[in-house]
Structures are given as structure tokens and as C-alpha cells.
């Protein structure tokens, strides 16, 4: 009887042993997997920035994703300044988890002379993030021009406004304005029909809005070509699209082919995840081309230099800017180079306008895409992208798409649907 007691006695404890053990490898697994989902990051332009830090902490940011905002595409990031702004961003609680960006060079892009410098100086400053852990950069290889648009504050319905693409008086920029050669050929007889009937009432007011919009406000901000205050921006702007001619789709592939494989060893040694941006929107813009639109040119990428560290920036504004793209698709067979994701959708109309929708509607999908990367890729550093321009944000002087309600919206609609699909992911564990 005794040994039977005492056999008891140690099953007993045995079994006991054995359910804690296991009730905290599940506490423990429940607890990794929710860690894992997306973290929840903003773009920051800097110290000057008028958005603080500790206005991002109360907010529930977690990452902040910025740059050295005071340095030319270029120029050589040392490790002293980035371990810097490092220091000012983790005093506050919070973390650099994305570079956006470590701009290429023009010169890299057409490949001249300077070519080989200017990627010597990239390694270089590659190198500097790697020692200071910084390990995600986000970078684009759209030649002359980032992301385009025709007005920053379309009207919605209620009082808020957002910002809008209008193709033909793209078209009447591109034609009447820049007057590129060749332009016409690249829109139709309807397309070119409304130019010339926009000819006849648009103003001189309404003109320098344009050039404003599509090649100084949207770009100067982020170390672009031209910015606020030059002399004749049409002028630089024939000048810098010159810079391309005879460069083709595939030419500027080989080039961008030959600058990832010579940043890769360094990628490699330091575990930078280099990740890139789609063209914005995803066509092609003054004759120039672009190579990153959609599911054929991402594969050709991805292939060409097939490392890990090459990878992508899945905005979901940009690719669902263009009807040829199935964005939920795309998620599914990128998921796994995805390394960084912009969370924000567009509506498009049958004319080619677009704009960029609420977080909640568009093409974007969001909601089913944050399960896609949950599932797939969980724990990616993501950011909202651009808002509205909401409350008194019109006053502040943001920079165009980055006002600080508008992505606060945004980011508070993203936070509950990362939550739902962290409580989806955790009532299937348990």
C-alpha cells in the first residue's frame, strides 16, 4: 500500500511538473507571437521637426523611421551622427528601426562618371548603420522625381481634405507647361482633347499650383532634386530629365541590378535588410522609366539579386495607385522580402485620378493585409504612410502628406486592426 502511495505521490507531482512546464510554453508562445505583430512606427524629419518625439510616445508609436535630413544624397553618414540622432530618439523612448532614407544618387541611377564614388560613399555609410544596429534602410530608384501628385488638399465631404491625382492636368503640366518632347505621344486623343479645353480656363494662378505641387513641394522636403525657394524649378527640371536620355526600362534595371549587387557584402556582413520603394504611382512619368510597378518588375528584382537582404518596401498606397495591380496578391507571393510596409490605400477612378483613401477603404485592403503579414512575415515595422489633412492640421505647415491628426487617425485605425488580428491569432492558440 505504501508503494502504491508513494507511486501516486510522484505521478502526482510528475503531472503537476509537467502542466506548469506546459501551461508556460504556451504563456510563453502566446506571448512571442504577440510581440511579433506589426510595430508601429512614424516618419520623423528631425530635430526640427515641429511633430515631437514625446507627442509620438503618447500616441502609442513604438519605432520611429527617419534620416540625416541635413546631408545631400551622397555624402558619407559617419557613425558619430548617426549614433547622435540614435541617442535623441532612444531618450525619449523610443527606437530608430527604419532609415527612409539613404537616398541614391542621380548619378548612380544613369550611372555617370561619378558612379563608382558615390557607391563607395553608400557602403560606407551602410557600414556606419550596421555598428549602430540600425538594420532596415528603405530607399527608391525612381529616377528624377519621387511620388507624384497634382494637388495636396482635394476637398472632402467632411471638411478634411486629402491629397489627389488628376491625369490631365498632369498631361497639360507635361505638355503645356514643361513642353517635353515627345510629350503628346503619350496620352490619348480624349486625354489630349481635355488639355486643350483645360487651355482655355486654367489660370496663371493655377499653373505655378502645378509646378508648386509636382516638382517642388513634394519633393524638396526629402533631399529632392529641386526645393522650396530655387529660381525657375521648369528649368532645373528639363535639365535633370535630360540627364536621361537614352536611358531605357532596361538600362536603368541593369543599373540598379549593379549598385544592389555591389551593396550586398556589406548588407550581408551587418544584416541590412535594403528595402525598396514602388514607383509612385506605378507608370511611367515624363518619358522616364520606371522599373518598380508591379509583380513582374518586383520578381525581376528580387531574382537579379537574389539575397535576403534585397528586399521590399510594400506600400500599399503606391501599388494600388495602379489598376494592373491586385495588391492582396502581391502581399501574398512578397511577403517573405517584404521588409518594411507602408500601410495606406488610394481609389481610382476609370479616368486614371486617384486619391488617397481613408486606411479603412480603397484598393489598399488594409485590414486583410496586416493578416497576409501577420501570417506570412509577423513582427514587420510598419508605418501609415500619409493622412489627411484634418482639425487644425491645414495651419502647421507639414510637409506635404504627413500632417500630424490626419496620421494619427490613421495610425489609430491601423492600431485596432493589428489588434484584431493579434486577438484572431491568439483565440487560435489557445
Aim: with cysteine.
Amino acid at each position: 500500500m505504501q508503494q502504491i502511495y508513494t507511486l501516486f505521490s510522484i505521478f502526482y507531482i510528475f503531472s503537476c511538473t509537467f502542466a506548469s512546464f506546459f501551461e508556460i510554453l504556451q504563456s510563453t508562445r502566446i506571448k512571442t507571437e504577440i510581440e511579433e505583430y506589426m510595430e508601429k512606427t512614424w516618419r520623423w524629419f528631425g530635430k526640427k521637426d515641429i511633430i515631437t518625439l514625446s507627442m509620438l510616445r503618447q500616441i502609442g508609436v513604438e519605432g520611429i523611421v527617419t534620416a540625416l535630413y541635413d546631408l545631400s544624397p551622397g555624402e558619407i553618414w559617419t557613425l558619430e551622427a548617426i549614433l547622435d540622432l540614435k541617442r535623441f530618439i532612444e531618450s525619449a523612448g523610443l527606437r530608430w528601426s527604419v532609415v527612409e532614407s539613404l537616398s541614391v544618387s542621380e548619378a548612380i541611377k544613369y550611372a555617370g562618371e561619378t558612379r563608382d564614388a558615390l557607391i563607395e560613399n553608400y557602403k560606407i555609410s551602410l557600414a556606419n548603420l550596421g555598428k549602430a544596429g540600425i538594420k532596415t534602410v528603405c530607399y527608391n530608384f525612381m529616377p528624377v522625381i519621387d511620388w507624384v501628385r497634382t494637388e495636396l488638399e482635394h476637398p472632402l465631404e467632411d471638411g478634411s481634405s486629402s491629397i489627389y491625382f488628376d491625369k490631365i492636368r498632369f498631361a497639360y503640366f507635361d505638355c503645356r507647361i514643361l513642353k517635353r518632347t515627345g510629350a503628346e505621344s503619350d496620352y490619348t486623343d480624349e486625354e489630349m482633347r481635355q488639355v486643350h479645353e483645360l487651355d482655355k480656363i486654367i489660370t496663371e494662378k493655377e499653373k505655378d499650383s502645378l509646378i508648386d505641387t509636382i516638382i517642388v513641394k513634394t519633393q524638396g522636403f526629402i533631399n529632392g532634386n529641386i526645393k522650396e525657394g530655387d529660381q525657375n524649378p521648369v528649368a532645373i527640371f528639363r535639365r535633370l530629365l535630360a540627364l536621361y536620355d537614352g536611358i531605357d526600362k532596361e538600362k536603368l534595371s541593369r543599373n540598379l541590378h549593379c549598385f544592389l549587387e555591389q551593396i550586398m557584402p556589406v548588407c550581408d556582413e551587418y544584416g541590412i535588410n535594403m528595402c525598396i520603394h514602388p514607383d509612385d504611382p506605378p507608370c511611367q512619368l515624363f518619358g522616364l522609366p520606371r522599373i518598380v510597378t508591379g509583380q513582374d518588375d518586383i520578381r525581376r528584382l528580387l531574382q537579379a539579386v537574389d539575397n535576403p537582404h534585397n528586399g521590399l518596401t510594400f506600400c500599399a498606397g503606391s501599388l494600388s495607385a495602379g489598376l494592373h495591380n491586385d495588391v492582396l496578391l502581391l502581399a501574398e507571393e512578397f511577403a517573405s522580402r517584404t521588409h518594411f510596409v507602408h500601410l495606406r490605400s488610394t481609389q481610382v477612378f476609370d479616368n486614371g485620378n486617384f486619391i488617397e483613401a481613408s486606411h479603412l477603404g480603397g484598393r489598399g485592403h488594409l485590414i486583410e493585409l496586416v493578416r497576409i503579414f501577420e501570417k506570412n512575415n509577423p513582427g514587420l515595422p510598419m508605418r501609415v504612410d500619409h493622412g489627411r489633412l484634418m482639425l487644425d492640421d491645414k495651419d502647421k505647415n507639414y510637409n506635404p502628406g504627413y500632417s500630424f491628426h490626419g496620421r494619427m487617425l490613421a495610425l489609430a485605425q491601423m492600431d485596432g486592426v493589428i489588434a484584431t488580428v493579434g486577438d484572431e491569432v491568439r483565440r487560435k492558440i489557445i
